[in-house]
Structure formats: C-alpha cells, structure tokens
Antibody, heavy 122, light 113 residues
Framework: QVTLRESGPALVKPTQTLTLTCTFS??????????VSWIRQPPGKALEWLAL???????YYNTSLRTRLTISKDTSKNQVVLTMTNMDPVDTATYYC??????????????WGQGSLVTVSS | DIVMTQSPDSLAVSLGERATINCKSS????????????LAWYQQKPGQPPKLLIY???TREFGVPDRFSGSGSGTDFTLTISSLQAEDVAVYYC?????????FGPGTKVDIK
C-alpha cells in the first residue's frame, strides 16, 4: 500500500524559507519509474503543480516559481524535501505531495498525501 | 506551459440528473504513437486531497462508480456524471500529464439543485 505524508511548519514569516518533507512508504524512489511531486492549493483556490523529482534525480519545476524552489530526495529515508525561498502571504496554501509513475511517457498522480497547511504571516 | 481551462465554473444539478464538465487544453495532449490523451480528472471534497477519477481521458480508476465517465481527445475533454448523487458534491479538476510543467484546470464546483 502506497502512503505519503507531508510535514513541516504550520506558520512561517514573510521572507523566510519554507522546508517541507514528504515521507512515503510502499515504494522506493530508487526504483526506475518512480517519481514524487509537490502540488499546492491556496484556501478556496485551484491546485497548482510545483515540482517533481524522479528516481534518476531529474528535477522539474513550475515555470513561474522555479527560481524559488528546490526539490531533493533522500532515498534511504524514503523522503522528498521541497524548499521554497522568500515566502509571502500569497504562498499560504495546503501543500500536497503525490506519486507519479513514469514509463516511456508520464502518468497521472496515483497517490496523494493528506496535505500540510502552511500559513505565511508575520 | 499547457494552459487548462474548464467550463462552467460551477453548476447545480438535481439529484439523479446528468452533470457535464468541459475541459480544454491550449495544445494537444494526445500522443499519436499510442493514441492516448494524457488527461486526468480528480474529485476534491472539502478538507480532503484530490481523488483520481479518470485517467487517459476515459479510463475509470478502480473503485470509481460507473456513473462517472470521461471522453474526448486531443484538446477537448468532458467529464460526465450520469446520475448525480449527493456524495458527488465536490470540485472537479482536469489535469494534463503530457509533459511537465504539469497543469490543472481552475476547477468546476458541482452542487445539488
């Protein structure tokens, strides 16, 4: 059974750097085809894809946020970490991690975490 | 980036009636090599993560009731709920996974009339 769980601070101050951790089980990010992605959702608004890392350590980022985002993995701990710099109140959102399988082409998000609400306020 | 749009923004349907949601991508998400459109539909209820309903535009996820169906190819897609049930009240999102950056539609809220 695949499970993912997000963890991190519930409150960050403007200009600070946010660090979120996705801890997963039921698969290994060292297995060919496995990928983990981050998606966020401001309160009452739509989903926004942020970043992805695959088994081969290839990384992909949201075009408009790429200068602020860094995604990394610790395969031994079954964790993926997302950092977002220079946080602003508009970054207040629930942050989700999700799994994607990649074959010759990409696939859909087949498993999601429950999400972690991050509020940006002084 | 591929831009996803949805219509309508919201709709209210009587119990047992049909609900139809449209999704359009700014460029084709169809790979001609395998004739698959890389388009998924998710359902999200308040306080919950999105739930996968449909992938490859028309393949229902295991366990999803057959009143949910997806259709379309290329750039134009439709999610249909054939007979709306009370538990279907939610926001529905389409998403392309043709290529990163992956993008979602703005969502369609479905309510009971």
């Amino acid at each position: 059974q695949v499970t993912l769980r997000e963890s991190g601070p519930a409150l960050v101050k403007p200009t600070q750097t946010l660090t979120l951790t996705c801890t997963f089980s039921g698969f290994s990010l060292s297995t060919r085809g496995m990928c983990v992605s981050w998606i966020r959702q401001p309160p009452g608004k739509a989903l926004e894809w942020l970043a992805l890392i695959d088994w081969d350590d290839d990384k992909y980022y949201n075009t408009s946020l790429r200068t602020r985002l860094t995604i990394s993995k610790d395969t031994s701990k079954n964790q993926v970490v997302l950092t977002m710099t220079n946080m602003d109140p508009v970054d207040t959102a629930t942050y989700y991690c999700a799994r994607i399988l990649r074959g010759y082409h990409w696939n859909h998000f087949d498993s999601w975490g429950q999400g972690s609400l991050v509020t940006v306020s002084s | 980036d591929i831009v996803m749009t949805q219509s309508p923004d919201s709709l209210a349907v009587s119990l047992g009636e049909r609900a139809t949601i449209n999704c359009k991508s700014s460029q084709s998400v169809l790979y001609t090599s395998n004739s698959k459109s890389y388009l998924a539909w998710y359902q999200q209820k308040p306080g919950q993560p999105p739930k996968l309903l449909i992938y490859w535009a028309s393949t229902r996820e295991f366990g999803v009731p057959d009143r949910f169906s997806g259709s379309g190819s290329g750039t134009d897609f439709t999610l249909t709920i054939s007979s709306l049930q009370a538990e279907d009240v939610a926001v529905y999102y389409c998403q392309q996974y043709y290529s990163p950056p992956f993008t979602f539609g703005p969502g369609t809220k479905v309510d009971i009339k």
